[in-house]
């Protein structure tokens, strides 16, 4: 499989899923939309992956790729049906390109936090293997408000309703992160968005202890990745 992934920080990449693909022989191929890279053609690929970023959906005016990037997923899903991994933005991107909204968390989660799986996360194929409730990695201070037509909710949150959603058969995203590797915090703390958001939910040693609370979780986020990885994988066969 080659898959094309859409990146909208160079340290915001697939993470531990390029250790999956490289070991299952897939590859893929980054475009940086805030580097200005060029959408390609996406008959040249067999999926797209969608990663997150410090903007926010709403925000053309500043990053005028974000309207050509909605159409270009809305093609790719609806138009060709191609499969579909969405993460945090790539999650609220897929809601709004298909007709629903993202809008301002009520109350932005920040930290290691539990997640729920519904009645359809945890009976389907996606979170297959996964507990009821785990915890992940959240770092958003946007949330999807209104799922679009013919989407279903896979898990949710006290503070985040839309935790995971499918779209049709072969459309998924996440709003948290379970593709974390141990420079993860690190690295995405250099982002002067996500640092400033950091400090105001956990104060000025905020990078320390989400460091320390990625560590003590690394190995399950790592197993739960895998996980995922293969459901994903199960479900981009044609139907």
Not at 108 to 124: C, K, N, R, S, Y
Not at 205 to 215: F, H, I
Request: proline letters at 5%; glycine letters at 8%.
């Amino acid at each position: 499989m080659h898959i094309l992934v859409l990146q909208h920080a160079s340290v915001e990449h697939p993470g531990i899923f390029r250790q999956f693909l490289k070991e299952d022989g897939h590859s893929w191929d980054a475009v940086n939309l805030d580097q200005g890279d060029p959408l390609p053609d996406l008959k040249k690929y067999d999926a797209l992956w969608v990663m997150g970023g410090p903007m926010d959906v709403w925000e053309e005016e500043k990053y005028p790729w974000l309207k050509d990037e909605k159409s270009f997923i809305r093609n790719a899903v609806e138009d060709l049906g191609m499969p579909f991994l969405g993460l945090c933005l790539g999650h609220q991107l897929l809601a709004e390109a298909l007709g629903g909204s993202v809008g301002k968390a009520r109350s932005p989660e920040i930290g290691v936090m539990d997640v729920q799986l519904t009645e359809l996360g945890a009976t389907g194929i996606f979170f297959d293997g996964l507990p009821e409730r785990f915890k992940s990695l959240q770092w958003h201070s946007a949330e999807v408000l209104t799922m679009p037509a013919g989407a279903e909710c896979l898990a949710t949150s006290p503070d985040c309703p839309v935790q995971a959603m499918r779209w049709n058969t072969r459309a998924f995203s996440m709003q948290f992160h379970l593709e974390v590797e141990p420079e993860t915090v690190d690295n995405w703390a250099e982002i002067n968005e996500y640092a400033d958001a950091l400090t105001q939910e956990m104060g000025p040693d905020g990078v320390k202890r989400l460091r320390s609370e990625c560590a003590q979780q690394m190995s399950k986020f790592n197993e739960m990745a895998e996980r995922v990885y293969i459901n994903w994988l199960h479900t981009t066969a044609k139907a």
